[in-house]
Structures are given as C-alpha cells and as structure tokens.
C-alpha cells in the first residue's frame, strides 16, 4: 500500500498542466495585401450562392479557442447535424496561439465517407455551424474566423487572399462585365468584426475600393 507521500508524489505527476490562453477578442494583423480590393468578391450571396459544393471544407480548418467553446456549449444541436459527437470532430489537440480569437485553436477533422470537414452538414451543402447561427439565432462566434472570412485569410499579422483559388469558387465567376465588388467589400463587415485593423493600411485598401 502506499504512503500518503508517495500517493501525493503520483497524484502530481498526473496531472496536466493547464493551457493558458490570452484575452484575444480581435487578432491583430500589421500589413493587409492590396489583392483584397482588387480581386473580384463573392457577391451578395455569398458561399451558399455558389455551386461549388463547399470544395473549400475538404480541408477541414482551424477552430478559434472562442468558437471552441461555444461548440462544446451547444454539441447537442450540433451533433444530430452531423451524425457524429463533436469530441471525435478534431485531428488535433488544443493549442496555445494569440493569433486567433480566444488565444487558441484546434484543427478540425475531414470525413472520409464524402471529403469534408466533420462539421459540414451530412448529405446537404453547408456547415453545420453557419446553420445553426441562420436557423436557431445562434452567436456568429460559433463559426470560426476562417470560414467567417474566407477566402480572404491570415498569418502572423498579415491579412491576404487565400491563393490559388479553385476555379469553381464563387469569386472566379463571370460575371458578364457587370461591376461586382471586391473580396474586401463582401466580406468588409466580417474583416472588421474579427480583426484589430490598423488606420493606415485600411485607408489604402479604402482608397483603391473608390478609385476602382
């Protein structure tokens, strides 16, 4: 039998040490690539306007510490979209990381029976989380910044097109010489609202929307 020392001694090597995660409400971007303006946009309807049959979540993305959380508080309206338990949804373990919102992330898995991230709605174009934030009033936080944003996307500061992008995405759509916005323009409310922007680089990417 052991002794209360060595019970205590075992008991601490046992025990994880606990991730620690910084306040990050906005992630903070430096530099923002010109490209943002200029490349044409996803219209007014966005993904779910598009006929690409969601060819972007094949690769599953990275979920913010933020949208994490709130996954974990709503599993059980997810989990009957997805036919699965969202613990067995992920390819990685939480990691420590200010560049996304909530300090942290952790990577989604892919499906192998039809090629989608594990969050996609079974059998139906969407995700599960964009559906759940549309039809139940869910906070948009769920949903995380990548797919929020996308294909506009990030690293380590800098704000830039998400290259190459498929030739079946929305953007690369004709649009038969009618003016169409830019990335920046559709996706301008989401940017703004997921990143700590800074006034001179915005102000150029503002000056080339007007001078289009």
């Known amino acids: ?12 090597k046992t025990v994880t040490k606990a991730l620690k ?9 430096k530099t923002i690539d010109p490209d943002i303006a200029t490349q044409k946009g996803l219209f007014n309807e966005g993904c779910y306007g598009s006929g690409c049959n969601d060819i972007c979540c094949e690769y599953g993305c990275d979920v913010d510490y933020a949208s994490y959380k709130l996954i974990l508080k709503h599993k059980k309206l997810i989990e009957p979209l997805i036919k699965a338990k969202v613990e067995d949804c992920f390819s990685t ?4 990381d200010d560049d996304y919102i909530g300090g942290g992330f952790r990577e989604t898995a892919v499906r192998d029976s039809d090629e989608r991230c594990a969050f996609h709605l079974r059998k139906k174009k969407g995700c599960s989380l964009f559906y759940l934030w549309m039809t139940k009033g869910l906070t948009k936080r769920l949903i995380p910044t990548i ?17 190459p992008l498929r030739s079946i995405c929305k953007c690369l759509e004709s649009s038969g010489g009618k003016k169409v916005p830019s990335l920046y ?3 301008k409310k ?3 609202a997921l990143f700590d922007l800074p006034k ?13």
Not at 93 to 96: R, T
Not at 200 to 212: G, M, P, R, Y
């Open 200 to 212: 001179n680089e915005l102000s150029k990417i503002e000056q080339i929307v007007k001078d289009k």
């Open 1 to 12: 039998m052991a002794t209360k020392t060595t019970a205590t001694k075992t008991k601490k």
């Open 21 to 29: 995660f910084k306040d990050v409400k906005k992630i903070k971007i």
């Open 93 to 96: 373990e939480l990691k420590v």
């Open 190 to 192: 989401e940017v703004k």
């Open 185 to 187: 323009e559709t996706q």
């Open 147 to 163: 797919c929020r944003t996308y294909p506009i996307t990030w690293h380590r500061g800098h704000l830039f097109v998400d290259r």
